[in-house]
Each structure stands twice: as structure tokens, then as C-alpha cells.
Nanobody, 120 residues
């Protein structure tokens, strides 16, 4: 089992920045990758970015490329999402998730989510 706890959300004006953190505990040695997702009101959950525990980063959608940066601190079992130049359309609940195993297996573990609200 892997437990995930997000923090760092809040209210920010458009153009501002926030850094989300996701601390993992439990069987962290089994983590293959960790990702960030977001869900805006009335919309489907959307993949934002992922990072493999051994390296390799993926960003999606195009709207976050160049503005969001995912990083990790393996010693702290923590993944970060630095969000710059925030826009009102970035408003959502942001979730951290983890994949276990030797390769992609689907995100089996999820955090409780942290609210990000960007005012115009």
C-alpha cells in the first residue's frame, strides 16, 4: 500500500504561482511513477504531468507546458508540481497518484486532492 498526501493548494490571482507537494508513504520502494491530475467543476479528471521514479517526465495537456514543472525528491518520497503563470482555467482540484511495479500499471493510489482556485 502507498499513501499519498497533497498540500499547497489555495487561492491565487491570475499570473501567480503555487507549488503543490505530494508526500508518499508506505511501500514507496515499489513506486514506478507519480502523476498529477486535475478535475474542474463539471469536467472529467484530466492528466497533467507524471514523473518516473527513475527519471522521465511527461506533460499533458499542451496548455500546461512551459508553465507547470513536475519534480521529485526521492529522499523525501515527495513529488512537486510548480505552477506558474496560473490562469482561471487552471482552477480545479488537483490529485496526486502513484503507479506501482516495474512498469506502467495504472494509477492505483490517489491522494485526497487539493483545491487550486485562480481568480481573474
Amino acid at each position: 500500500q502507498v499513501q499519498l498526501v497533497e498540500s499547497g493548494g489555495g487561492l491565487v490571482q491570475a499570473g501567480g504561482s503555487l507549488r503543490l507537494s505530494c508526500a508518499a508513504s508506505g511501500r514507496t520502494f515499489s513506486i514506478y511513477s507519480m502523476g498529477w491530475f486535475r478535475q474542474a467543476p463539471g469536467k472529467e479528471r484530466e492528466f497533467v504531468a507524471a514523473i518516473k521514479w527513475s527519471g522521465g517526465i511527461t506533460y499533458k495537456p499542451d496548455s500546461v507546458k512551459g508553465r507547470f514543472t513536475i519534480s521529485r525528491d526521492n529522499a523525501k518520497n515527495t513529488v512537486y508540481l510548480q505552477m506558474n503563470s496560473l490562469k482561471p482555467e487552471d482552477t480545479a482540484v488537483y490529485y496526486c497518484a502513484a503507479e506501482q511495479g516495474a512498469g506502467p500499471s495504472g494509477y492505483a493510489y490517489w491522494g485526497q486532492g487539493t483545491q487550486v482556485t485562480v481568480s481573474s
